[in-house]
């Protein structure tokens, strides 16, 4: 007997596989074909919801920014765990480094997503700023940091280490070292605290 499932819940599943397939064999490599097998539709069903496989792409990245987001705004509302501590773990919370995120990120690099890249990019850093504006105001309150442009400050640094610290960056492990060191003493000068109370918060960043 046929199983019928409601429009969400076959986009979703459509999404779930092509997830897997994409880690397992690459966008690149993943046909519509597959897809369709392993989730047992008709080509029209996929294409009802899906119009090509560059747009399951699009969904696909979407969803995992979302998700990232998602994650990163339950870690940083923990209370339970030291504002610094949290900081440092709502930034480690972002990294994309799986064999999904890796894929997707080698893929929107390319100049031929480069529209999908600047979404994904904007998308992000609006997001992830307001989150840090709040960790910041909250550091203010607890008299940890000097902070009087919480926003702009957490909009500069998500904008900066976004870019900096792109994984497809070349660049040799002296320069990262320097990038990273210069990324600290920044930040504590954003933040009003003196130089050197942030080195440990935030190398855990980068483990």
Do not use: W
């Amino acid at each position: 007997m046929r199983i019928v499932k409601d429009s969400a819940e076959r986009r979703t599943q459509i999404l779930d596989v092509s997830e897997e397939l994409f880690a397992s064999k690459g966008y690149v490599s993943t046909s519509t074909n597959d897809i369709i097998e392993q989730v047992g539709i008709a080509r029209g069903t996929l294409y009802y919801h899906f119009k090509s496989k560059e747009e399951i792409l699009d969904a696909v990245v979407l969803r995992f920014t979302n998700n990232l987001i998602k994650k990163a705004r339950e870690v940083s509302k923990d209370t339970s765990i030291p504002l610094l501590d949290r900081i440092s773990l709502t930034m480690k919370s972002l990294s994309s480094d799986t064999p999904l995120g890796r894929e997707l990120l080698s893929e929107i690099h390319k100049s031929e997503n480069a529209l999908l890249h600047q979404k994904v990019q904007d998308i992000m850093i609006s997001n992830i700023a307001l989150i840090f504006e709040q960790m910041i105001k909250e550091g203010n309150e607890q008299g940890l940091f000097n902070c009087s442009y919480p926003f702009a400050v957490a909009d500069m640094i998500i904008t900066y280490s976004y870019i900096a610290f792109d994984s497809t960056r070349e660049i040799s492990l002296e320069d990262k070292k320097l990038l990273i060191k210069g990324f600290i003493v920044n930040i504590e000068r954003l933040l009003g605290v003196a130089e050197g109370s942030l080195v440990n918060s935030i190398l855990k960043i980068f483990e």
